[in-house]
């Protein structure tokens, strides 16, 4: 008898963090810093159980039976409206709503890459990007931006697409200056590289005003908007990651193709959820959530802040992000390898993420990304305390 037909050979290309996060879950007394997940307390629970009733009776056809591949048109024109500003001119055709964020980066994949084919990624990379292109055997090129020299057009020249989250990037919480937003899209305009701009934390600035979007910037006034920028956005952040909304901004064509790789992946985006982010809109529920939010948060990452420097600034060092979710750390003594400080952290009660599994190749152990949205003060302060031990313990080991 013959054995069973193997599995995809990019199913081997994994390495064991995710398990261990997986089984961390189960831990009792664990302090979680390693994930990224907004605060349960901001969900709008009451208006969006509202919304829900309501527009399953007002409107439902669409939100009970099939509904268009590319979006309810109503919410592309909303998310049209509210994105066109000053030289940038959207139509529901610029629009496609998706489901979630990650369903635009997977998307992305399929449209842009065939296997072998070269991304430009900022360094370090979105855990789920790197997952969701995984299967299309991409080539990257590391886009290292804190360097003086960095060198946007050289990056950029014969990739695909260059993968950018410049709003206090995940994972390493880094805002990219405004020079620099520049750089990239008149890079993408010199090489013809497509230029993704992942956006799930642009609302989320704790000190600062909002720095202009790269596809504000790459709008030259044209009348439907053609440029080089492939924007991505999502509720999950601002409303809740359960509805499972977000969108992708981009020239038509690619509006095109996107729906055309939507239609083979889940048809729509469910028709309920689109029309209570849509509700959720009409009534300014973002915004109305908005300061609450940024309040607790920055709490959250000024307590976090500063148990790292009591506890942690001899083993470590970092900046503090001006929004976001998360503190990159780098281990000042190279000799710490953050993979094993996972798991030794663990022992100690208190969960990171390795900087490994935000590197393309699995390469980098000198980081960690720390969380700081989920947890109140006390637990984060607790958490860090249970890290600097395990980081001493690690450290021991490996003399
Ligand atoms: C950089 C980045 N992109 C995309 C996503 C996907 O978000 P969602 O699918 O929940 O909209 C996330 C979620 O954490 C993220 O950090």
Same mark, same amino acid.
Not at 185 to 192: N, S
């Given at each position: 008898?013959?054995?069973?037909?193997?599995?995809?050979?990019?199913?081997?290309?994994?390495?064991?963090?995710?398990?261990?996060?997986?089984? @961390?879950?189960?831990?009792?007394?664990?302090?979680?810093?390693?994930?990224?997940?907004?605060?349960?307390?901001?969900?709008?629970?009451?208006?969006?159980?509202?919304?829900?009733?309501?527009?399953?009776?007002?409107?439902?056809?669409?939100?009970?039976?099939?509904?268009?591949?590319? !979006?309810?048109?109503?919410? $592309?024109?909303?998310? @049209?409206?509210?994105?066109?500003?000053?030289?940038?001119?959207?139509? $529901?055709?610029?629009? /496609?709503?998706?489901?979630?964020?990650?369903?635009?980066?997977?998307?992305? !994949?399929?449209?842009?890459?065939?296997?072998?084919?070269?991304?430009?990624?900022?360094?370090?990379?979105?855990?789920?990007?790197?997952?969701?292109?995984?299967?299309?055997?991409?080539?990257?090129?590391?886009?290292? &931006?804190?360097?003086?020299?960095?060198?946007?057009? =050289?990056? &950029?020249?014969?990739?695909?697409?260059?993968?950018?989250?410049?709003?206090?990037?995940?994972?390493?919480?880094?805002?990219?200056?405004?020079?620099?937003?520049?750089?990239?899209?008149?890079?993408?305009?010199?090489?013809?590289?497509?230029?993704?701009?992942?956006?799930?934390?642009?609302?989320?600035?704790?000190?600062?005003?909002?720095?202009?979007?790269? /596809?504000?910037?790459?709008?030259?006034?044209?009348?439907?908007?053609?440029?080089?920028?492939?924007?991505?956005?999502?509720?999950?952040?601002?409303?809740?990651?359960?509805?499972?909304?977000?969108?992708?901004?981009?020239?038509?064509?690619?509006?095109?193709?996107?729906?055309?790789?939507?239609?083979?992946?889940? &048809?729509?985006?469910?028709?309920?959820?689109?029309?209570?982010?849509?509700?959720?809109?009409?009534?300014?529920?973002?915004?109305?959530?908005?300061?609450?939010? /940024?309040?607790?948060?920055?709490?959250?990452?000024?307590?976090?802040?500063?148990?790292?420097?009591?506890?942690?600034?001899?083993?470590?060092?970092?900046?503090?992000?001006?929004?976001?979710?998360?503190?990159?750390?780098?281990?000042?003594?190279?000799?710490?390898?953050?993979? $094993?400080? &996972?798991?030794?952290? /663990?022992?100690?009660?208190?969960?990171?993420?390795?900087?490994?599994?935000?590197?393309?190749?699995?390469?980098?152990?000198?980081?960690?990304?720390?969380?700081?949205?989920?947890?109140?003060?006390?637990?984060?302060?607790?958490?860090?305390?249970?890290?600097?031990?395990?980081?001493?313990?690690?450290?021991?080991? =490996?003399?």
């Amino acid at each position: 008898m013959p054995g069973r037909a193997p599995l995809a050979r990019w199913l081997n290309d994994t390495n064991d963090v995710t398990q261990t996060f997986l089984a @961390a879950g189960q831990l009792p007394d664990l302090v979680n810093l390693a994930g990224g997940l907004p605060d349960p307390s901001t969900w709008p629970v009451s208006d969006l159980s509202d919304f829900a009733g309501r527009v399953v009776t007002e409107h439902t056809a669409e939100v009970l039976g099939y509904s268009p591949i590319d !979006g309810l048109p109503d919410l $592309r024109d909303r998310i @049209a409206a509210e994105f066109s500003h000053g030289d940038l001119n959207l139509t $529901r055709d610029n629009v /496609l709503i998706t489901t979630g964020g990650m369903q635009g980066l997977d998307l992305l !994949g399929k449209v842009f890459l065939d296997p072998g084919q070269t991304i430009a990624a900022q360094s370090p990379a979105y855990l789920g990007a790197i997952d969701a292109w995984k299967p299309r055997a991409p080539q990257y090129r590391a886009m290292v &931006m804190e360097t003086n020299d960095f060198d946007a057009e =050289a990056a &950029m020249t014969g990739a695909q697409f260059a993968y950018t989250v410049p709003n206090f990037s995940n994972p390493s919480g880094r805002l990219v200056p405004e020079d620099q937003r520049r750089a990239l899209v008149a890079a993408a305009e010199a090489t013809g590289c497509w230029l993704v701009e992942d956006d799930p934390y642009g609302h989320l600035y704790y000190d600062g005003a909002p720095l202009p979007r790269m /596809l504000e910037l790459s709008a030259n006034g044209a009348e439907v908007y053609n440029g080089p920028v492939v924007y991505l956005g999502t509720f999950s952040k601002q409303l809740a990651p359960g509805l499972r909304v977000g969108w992708v901004i981009a020239a038509p064509e690619i509006i095109v193709a996107l729906t055309t790789a939507k239609q083979g992946s889940d &048809m729509f985006t469910s028709g309920l959820c689109q029309r209570v982010a849509l509700e959720a809109m009409e009534r300014g529920l973002p915004e109305q959530l908005l300061p609450g939010i /940024l309040d607790l948060y920055r709490t959250r990452r000024d307590a976090l802040c500063e148990a790292m420097q009591a506890d942690l600034s001899d083993l470590f060092t970092w900046q503090v992000p001006e929004g976001g979710m998360f503190v990159w750390a780098v281990a000042r003594d190279p000799a710490l390898d953050t993979d $094993r400080l &996972m798991k030794t952290g /663990l022992e100690h009660g208190v969960c990171i993420s390795p900087s490994s599994v935000f590197d393309p190749m699995g390469q980098d152990r000198r980081a960690i990304r720390v969380n700081f949205t989920l947890n109140p003060p006390d637990v984060l302060a607790e958490g860090i305390r249970r890290l600097a031990r395990a980081t001493r313990a690690e450290l021991r080991q =490996a003399a």
